[in-house]
C-alpha cells in the first residue's frame, strides 16, 4: 500500500493505492479505513511553505 498527500491548515488529505499481481486500487483514506498487518507513515514539516489551500481547485 502506498499512501501520499498532507495535513494542510490541520485536515489530513491522504491518498492511498493497493495491489496484488493482478489489480490495483486507488483512492481517498478515509475514517473507518482497516489495515491488515501495519501501516508506516512519515510526515516532514516544511517551514516557511503555505499550503493552506494546496487542495482547493
Known sequence: ???TGGVLAGRVHAH???SDRH???GGHL???TAV???AL???AELDG???T???QF
Do not use: K, Q
Open 30 to 32: 478515509e475514517p473507518g
Open 1 to 3: 500500500m502506498t499512501v
Open 49 to 51: 511553505i503555505d499550503l
Open 36 to 38: 491488515l498487518t501495519f
Open 41 to 43: 507513515i512519515t510526515i
Open 23 to 25: 489489480v490495483s486500487h
Open 16 to 18: 492511498i493505492e493497493y
Open 53 to 55: 489551500d494546496a487542495d
